[in-house]
């Protein structure tokens, strides 16, 4: 396992337990299951630029989003983002292929820069046909607010595999780290601040 992702992951374990909710991680690390081979041999097809860190965070467990295990139905916060103290969950491998063109259908008004008011970062494309993200988090009101994007079609400003953000009302599409392994530094360094004790 990628030192990051090992680091992020122990880290977050010790949020959880320093947050009162020991219980909830001790549940979590029971049922959850990694990514099959199979499932993440698919992705590798669909996204060949997919950061190594991102993979072994899925064969750790293959998302927390509304995501079955041992019969039982899970949604983890697992997530962060700049979006200081809001949770964010993981998604699945079969969640990610299914999303593969979710960018192109919600956001291609706003690739294209038809409306001024709405802040795009110049680091992203503003060419729609050559557009690629890989939908990997929802945030913790089903997306409905924000979701996360690693991107592999940057402007020239840009850099690929830089991680973007979309936050609702009012829309903005951001870039918030220039690399997946970055954007868990960043959460490591802001110590974990979207797991709150009154979230559980």
């Given at each position: ?61 293959d998302g927390t989003y509304y995501r079955e295990y041992a019969g039982e139905e899970i949604t983890f916060y697992f997530l962060g983002s700049d979006v200081l103290e809001y949770p ?113």
């Amino acid at each position: 396992m990628n030192s990051t992702v090992d680091k992020y992951i122990s880290g977050l374990k010790a949020s959880y337990i320093n947050n009162n909710a020991e219980e909830a991680w001790q549940r979590f690390e029971k049922i959850k299951l990694g990514a099959k081979i199979k499932d993440i041999k698919k992705i590798n097809k669909i996204y060949p630029g997919i950061p190594s860190s991102l993979i072994d965070i899925l064969s750790f467990v293959d998302g927390t989003y509304y995501r079955e295990y041992a019969g039982e139905e899970i949604t983890f916060y697992f997530l962060g983002s700049d979006v200081l103290e809001y949770p964010y969950y993981l998604l699945s491998c079969e969640q990610i292929i299914k999303n593969q063109n979710i960018a192109i259908e919600y956001y291609s008004e706003y690739i294209e820069r038809e409306y001024e008011e709405v802040e795009i970062d110049d680091r992203i494309t503003n060419k729609l046909k050559s557009l690629k993200w890989l939908h990997f988090s929802d945030c913790m009101n089903n997306g409905g607010t924000s979701q996360l994007f690693i991107d592999f079609s940057p402007s020239p400003k840009g850099k690929y595999g830089q991680v973007v953000r979309f936050l609702h009302d009012p829309d903005e599409l951001i870039v918030i780290a220039d690399s997946f392994e970055d954007y868990l530094n960043y959460l490591i360094d802001t110590s974990y601040n979207f797991i709150q004790e009154d979230l559980f």
